[in-house]
């Protein structure tokens, strides 16, 4: 399978994202299609890449446009946008003038200038929708747009025929019509200025100007090439004011780095020589030569950039629910359209039903319904971006409000992944010799006691997995591991062992020189910070929390001693995490190694470090840009808040639909809705939605 992705234009609502899946889900060759009106775009996956044709000329004759790229993508916004002002700006003078001339100029003249005006106004300043209307019938897709265009058509009809006096009708609709226009055109430019500002981040990222690099040829020239095409090993020179294009290492030079996309550091990171840089990082002064590790596409940047596409793409519960009930609600609203003109035509007359069915059509617009719960995501994900929280799976965010119980991996999520020397009881001589022989290994322990030093030894060292370093040098032999090691070279260590029973729960490290033990190391495992009041906090919503640790248990049971968990379980294989988590349903696994992948995959919601190794990162629904605890409780907070949200979004266009509809249809004794009245409460029901998805934004 492979997955095929689209940037898409012209989409008006909801039901026209839903309208490209029903009709590319057809197509021979496709498995699955996931398209976002909110994110204007599609991801297809497909058995095979020819069919890729098959996709855009199927969108392309549903009326829809295939935009080129990101780039070309907030360029189409912005002109929507300002052509939506345009339109609703014409519309609402049109409005006017048709309005004063229905109230205060009676004549035929009158009569002409509106029809004239109404004409010219409804199939020009509502062109889209009747284009969308007619290709949606065509492809037998039923949306917003027919229903806006049924109504408006039909009040333009009613009058054309009173006009042209086929009707013995005083009352003409020309200026309802033109105003049902109006007021739907209002609330897609509201709606459309809310999408902005809900998106505000991806255009944020989509800034970083990382389209040119300067890479230097092997004769020392310099040639500037688009960023796609730097790949690893290519050495770049990047100057004062510019993005960097891709993950490298410094080769010469030193200056500092605007890098608060990346890891939510506002003050400027000093980089030199030998470190390392992510793209997206601005050099606010001086220049580096660097030799890119990666090649531009496959950056950090453009990584969180992938995210935030998939984010606006993956459907949660809910959303799949609503879309299932826009799918029947129009046709099944057109059909009660037409039982309220027949209930009315032969009980009163039909001036009275077609105003009624109008008003049905007009009101009913399932685009409250549809907009609830993607829009709120698409809000949620900006937030948690901001904040350096990225949502692979926005369905997570519903689930992770649900959650009983938190699980954890304890090295590298609970405590901080280095070790740090606790105690030793070696001379100064045989520490400074048992540090020198560690540099031979890049062992976590080994780097907790070479402190990242190099040393010119000439002796010869082998290194046994799982138990120590052996290591000769001259005529001495020195060992270097735990006591089974030491015990299988039948060294005692019986006096090292009464010093390190002292101090319980620390990782214990021998060293012995030519069969005598001559002491040893013990290590801490630190608490990372904000590890304890991440568990309180979790703790007072009654959520049961657990470690699960590969560590032996002296350690693991110190660190959730000194947390106050409820559980945990130590010295556990990979598949006996997964097991401990399927035992239970409604969990959160936070893990970072790739033995926690698969317990990751498992749980109902995970969450990984953007420092965790990359299958963590590619199986957790939430990755946490910052190395800080802290994150995890604002996922909670966001994650209830969403919730709260679209479940108070659905309810108001529900209930909306279940008062609106009867008021509409007449059924209601003395609340009367005309065409144009009913197209302004549709409109601010949306705009209704919109706003209160925006409430996110501040979390």
């Known amino acids: 399978m492979e997955e095929f992705r689209l940037k898409i234009g012209k989409m008006t609502c909801v039901n026209c994202s839903n309208a490209i899946e029903r009709a590319c889900k057809k197509l021979d060759g496709v498995e699955d299609v996931s398209v976002s009106y909110v994110n204007s775009s599609g991801v297809f996956l497909l058995k095979d890449m020819q069919k890729r044709k098959d996709i855009i000329t199927k969108i392309q ?118 105003m049902i226009i109006s007021f739907v055109l209002l609330g897609k430019y509201l709606e459309s200025k809310a999408k902005l500002k809900a998106q505000a981040y991806q255009r944020k990222l989509e800034k970083i100007d990382t389209k040119k690099a300067r890479i230097l040829l092997a004769d020392e020239k310099v040639e500037e090439i688009s960023s796609s095409f730097v790949k690893s090993g290519d050495v770049l020179l990047v100057k004062e004011g510019e993005s960097i294009v891709a993950d490298a290492v410094v080769l010469k030079g030193s200056a500092e780095l605007d890098m608060s996309f990346l890891n939510g550091e506002f003050l400027p990171v000093l980089k030199k020589e030998g470190d390392e840089v992510q793209a997206g990082a601005v050099i606010l002064n001086g220049t580096l030569k660097i030799r890119a590790n990666k090649k531009a596409m496959d950056s950090t940047l453009e990584q969180i950039k992938n995210l935030v596409f998939e984010a606006g793409n993956i459907k949660s519960p ?23 003109f027949v209930f009315w035509a032969i009980r009163a007359d039909t001036n009275t039903a077609f105003l009624y069915a109008c008003a049905v059509l007009l009101i009913s617009c399932p685009c409250a319904l549809g907009l609830a719960t993607p829009l709120a995501l698409v809000v949620a994900s900006s937030s948690a971006a901001k904040n350096f929280i990225l949502i692979k799976n926005p369905a997570a965010l519903e689930k992770l409000a649900l959650i009983n119980y938190a699980f954890f991996d304890k090295t590298g999520t609970l405590t901080r992944p280095n070790l740090n020397i606790f105690k030793h009881n070696l ?83 021998y060293f012995a020189k030519n069969k005598q033990c001559l002491g040893g190391v013990l290590l801490s495992n630190v608490l990372k910070k904000g590890a304890k009041e991440l568990i309180l906090n979790l703790k007072k919503q009654n959520l049961k929390t657990i470690i699960l640790s590969g560590d032996n248990e002296k350690n693991v049971e110190k660190i959730a001693k000194e947390l106050q968990v409820d559980e945990f379980y130590a010295e556990l294989k990979s598949e006996e995490k997964l097991q401990r988590i399927k035992e239970v349903k409604n969990t959160l696994f936070i893990g970072d190694g790739i033995n926690d992948a698969a317990a990751l995959s498992a749980a109902s919601v995970s969450m990984s470090f953007s420092k965790a190794n990359e299958l963590a990162k590619k199986t957790g629904d939430f990755i946490l840009i910052k190395d800080d605890l802290s994150a995890i409780f604002k996922c909670f907070k966001l994650a209830k808040k969403t919730r709260y949200i679209i479940k108070l979004n659905l309810f108001w266009a529900f209930i909306y639909n279940a008062l609106c509809i009867p008021i509409a249809a007449g059924f209601v004794p003395f609340i009367t809705l005309s065409p144009h009245l009913a197209a302004l409460a549709m409109c601010f029901s949306s705009i209704a939605v919109v706003l209160n998805s925006l409430r996110l934004k501040n979390i």
């Open 61 to 178: 004759n549903l009326g829809f446009e295939i935009l080129e790229d990101e780039q070309n993508l907030m360029e189409y916004r912005a002109k929507k946008h300002l052509q939506l002002r345009k339109n609703l700006l014409l519309s609402i003078v049109l409005s006017a003038v048709l309005m004063y001339f229905e109230m205060f100029v009676k004549s035929s003249f009158s009569q002409n200038i509106q029809m004239v005006l109404s004409f010219f106004g409804i199939f020009y300043c509502g062109r889209d929708f009747f284009i969308h209307a007619f290709l949606g019938l065509k492809s037998k897709n039923l949306d917003m747009n027919t229903l806006i265009a049924l109504g408006t058509l039909s009040a333009f009809v009613y009058s054309f025929l009173a006009y042209m006096q086929i009707f013995k009708e005083e009352d003409l609709y020309f200026s309802g019509a033109m």
């Open 318 to 340: 809910l959303a799949n629910l609503t879309d299932i009930v826009s799918k029947y609600f129009v046709g099944t609203l057109i059909f009660f359209a037409f039982l309220v």
């Open 427 to 509: 001379c100064e001589n045989d520490f400074k010799k048992l540090c020198e022989i560690e540099s031979l290994s890049s062992h976590p322990i080994a780097k907790a006691l070479n402190q990242n030093k190099i040393y010119d030894l000439k002796g010869e060292a082998k290194i046994i997995m799982g138990l120590g370093i052996s290591y000769k040098e001259n005529d001495d032999e020195y060992l270097i591991g735990n006591a089974e090691f030491l015990h299988k070279n039948e060294i005692t260590t019986q006096k090292t062992d009464t010093f390190f029973d002292s101090f319980k729960g620390y990782i214990r490290v």
